[in-house]
């Protein structure tokens, strides 16, 4: 008989892990070492499961760079022993997070299933179990001794998303996040359907290697009617700025003031990095469909294609941090990596 799939659970904090107390009707954090008794569903589950937690549970609006380096080196360490792994955090930054660790994680060959829940586990009417069991399930997924999925993904209210494809925009709906240019990977109803032919699959015999510098000289500046001057100068003049998402109407315009135009010219030839990306959740930038656009293209701003807003701010932290050469930056920043773009 095969041995049974080992799972580690990484809890970071968020709503998922809280519970409350009926009497007092208050949240507390849940004692994540006692998972198994307060959840007695998981020992159905055909896998072992260990559990680890972050010292401080986090509420995840404090996540940052050093958590995704924590999380990161977290599975570095435990990546011989387990067969997937399970990263419980607060929903309002987990595409961020997701994003973040599908890039720091290179040639990733097993599961890494991000998940969080609206309600607490241990509320009545929680999504938390369907959540935590569903994720579990997929990460313990194998066929021919191979894990099924071999990348970051996010698994939210019956829907398994490749992370770095999604987006919040619900804070009060189960159904919390989506992915609108990416279809779902799996989704979960009667049975477990898995999309296969959306999975990335790592290239056999390739090694696990884990990226730990993230550069956070980076910003976002989301263009709205009547933006002034001062403020777009105030952000391409950031002592220290190496790159910026610009996120433009549509698919990828923006006014056509000299001024604006001749500022952005003039932060790219300081060697400042502008990435074009669509405020849209869904659909592509296309520069040079709209007159609005065709500036933009001449000034020679990175495509950010179809990438989400998300995807793009940890992409240039991770490309930065990496120390890719400025000369090939545009064209890396162009290429799809983890399945972040079209
Ligand atoms: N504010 C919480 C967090 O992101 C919400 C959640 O857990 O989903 O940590």
Same mark, same amino acid.
């Given at each position: 008989?095969?041995? @049974?799939?080992?799972?580690?659970? /990484?809890?970071?904090?968020?709503?998922?892990?809280?519970?409350?107390?009926?009497?007092?009707?208050?949240?507390?954090?849940?004692?994540?070492?006692?998972? !198994?008794?307060? /959840?007695?569903?998981?020992? $159905?589950?055909?896998?072992?499961?260990?559990?680890?937690?972050? @010292?401080?549970? *986090?509420?995840?609006?404090?996540?940052?760079?050093?958590? %995704?380096?924590?999380?990161?080196? &977290? /599975?570095?360490?435990?990546?011989?022993? #387990?067969?997937? #792994?399970?990263?419980?955090?607060?929903?309002?930054?987990?595409?961020?997070?997701?994003?973040?660790?599908?890039?720091?994680?290179?040639?990733?060959?097993?599961? !890494?299933?991000?998940?969080?829940?609206?309600?607490?586990?241990?509320?009545?009417?929680?999504?938390?179990?369907?959540?935590?069991?569903?994720? &579990?399930?997929?990460?313990?997924? $194998?066929?021919?001794?191979?894990?099924?999925?071999?990348?970051?993904?996010?698994?939210?209210?019956?829907?398994?998303?490749?992370?770095?494809?999604?987006?919040?925009?619900?804070?009060?709906?189960?159904?919390? #996040?989506?992915?609108? =240019?990416?279809?779902?990977?799996?989704?979960?109803?009667?049975?477990?359907?898995?999309?296969? =032919?959306?999975?990335?699959?790592?290239?056999?015999?390739? @090694?696990?290697?884990?990226?730990?510098?993230?550069?956070? =000289?980076?910003?976002? #500046?989301?263009?709205?009617?009547?933006?002034?001057?001062?403020?777009?100068?105030?952000?391409?003049?950031?002592?220290?700025?190496? +790159?910026?998402?610009?996120?433009?109407?549509?698919?990828? =315009? +923006?006014?056509?003031?000299? %001024?604006?135009?001749?500022?952005?010219?003039?932060?790219?030839?300081?060697?400042?990095? /502008?990435?074009?990306?669509?405020?849209?959740?869904?659909?592509?930038?296309?520069?040079?469909?709209?007159?609005?656009?065709?500036?933009?293209?001449?000034?020679?701003? *990175?495509?950010?294609?179809?990438?989400?807003?998300?995807?793009?701010?940890?992409?240039?932290?991770?490309?930065?941090?990496?120390? !890719?050469?400025?000369?090939?930056?545009?064209?890396?920043?162009?290429?799809?990596?983890?399945?972040?773009?079209?």
């Amino acid at each position: 008989m095969s041995k @049974k799939p080992n799972i580690l659970l /990484i809890y970071t904090g968020g709503t998922i892990g809280m519970i409350k107390d009926y009497p007092s009707g208050t949240l507390r954090a849940f004692d994540f070492n006692k998972l !198994v008794s307060n /959840i007695p569903e998981l020992s $159905q589950l055909e896998c072992e499961i260990e559990s680890i937690s972050f @010292k401080t549970p *986090i509420d995840s609006s404090n996540m940052n760079p050093s958590y %995704w380096v924590l999380i990161a080196s &977290i /599975i570095e360490q435990n990546y011989e022993k #387990f067969d997937g #792994f399970v990263v419980l955090q607060g929903s309002d930054t987990m595409s961020y997070s997701s994003s973040a660790l599908s890039y720091m994680l290179e040639n990733l060959s097993k599961p !890494v299933i991000f998940t969080g829940s609206q309600l607490p586990i241990g509320d009545l009417r929680t999504d938390a179990k369907e959540n935590l069991i569903t994720s &579990i399930q997929i990460a313990a997924l $194998q066929e021919n001794n191979q894990a099924v999925v071999q990348e970051v993904c996010l698994y939210f209210e019956y829907k398994l998303y490749r992370a770095n494809r999604t987006t919040k925009i619900n804070a009060e709906h189960f159904q919390a #996040f989506t992915s609108l =240019n990416f279809p779902a990977l799996a989704e979960s109803g009667v049975h477990l359907k898995i999309n296969q =032919n959306y999975l990335l699959k790592n290239k056999k015999g390739k @090694k696990l290697k884990v990226h730990k510098v993230m550069d956070t =000289n980076v910003a976002i #500046f989301k263009l709205f009617p009547g933006f002034n001057r001062a403020l777009l100068q105030g952000i391409l003049n950031i002592p220290g700025l190496k +790159a910026l998402v610009f996120e433009t109407y549509g698919a990828g =315009n +923006a006014p056509t003031d000299d %001024w604006l135009l001749s500022d952005l010219s003039e932060a790219i030839k300081r060697g400042l990095h /502008i990435v074009n990306v669509t405020q849209c959740s869904g659909g592509s930038v296309i520069m040079g469909r709209y007159s609005t656009s065709e500036q933009l293209k001449k000034l020679q701003l *990175i495509n950010g294609g179809d990438i989400t807003s998300e995807a793009a701010i940890t992409k240039l932290m991770y490309l930065l941090g990496s120390g !890719v050469s400025h000369k090939s930056f545009r064209t890396i920043f162009e290429t799809s990596l983890r399945g972040e773009l079209t």
